[in-house]
């Protein structure tokens, strides 16, 4: 897998998950700044453990509970920690499956 895949993939998760987050409530710089630190976290590690073959479901279930412990334990005003992180995580994923789907 080449650096651009990762990179592609990150961009267009920070793309999606970030306005997410923001229509959550998520307004305080540290908290945004924390929402592109933890996808930063678990984005590169789920791509590559999916293009080496891992099933995709308990991957995302891994970064969907990691974001939200970071977000509650690092989070100044994230309210719903868990269900933002969940949240975000199907929209990019579901979006990215359509994506894939058309392009």
Do not use: K
């Not at 976290?41 to 789920?46: G, I, R």
Request: proline share 5%; charged share 15%; with cysteine.
């Amino acid at each position: 897998m080449r650096v651009s895949a990762f990179a592609i993939s990150l961009g267009l998760t920070l793309l999606l998950e970030l306005p997410l987050a923001v229509l959550w409530g998520v307004r305080r710089r540290r908290d945004i700044q924390l929402a592109v630190l933890v996808n930063v976290l678990t984005n590169p590690a789920v791509v590559l453990l999916h293009a080496l073959g891992c099933p995709a479901l308990p991957l995302e279930a891994a970064a969907i509970a990691v974001e939200g412990v970071c977000y509650r334990a690092c989070g100044e005003d994230i309210r719903r920690p868990y269900l933002l992180a969940l949240c975000a995580n199907v929209f990019s994923y579901g979006l990215g499956l359509v994506l894939a789907l058309i392009l």
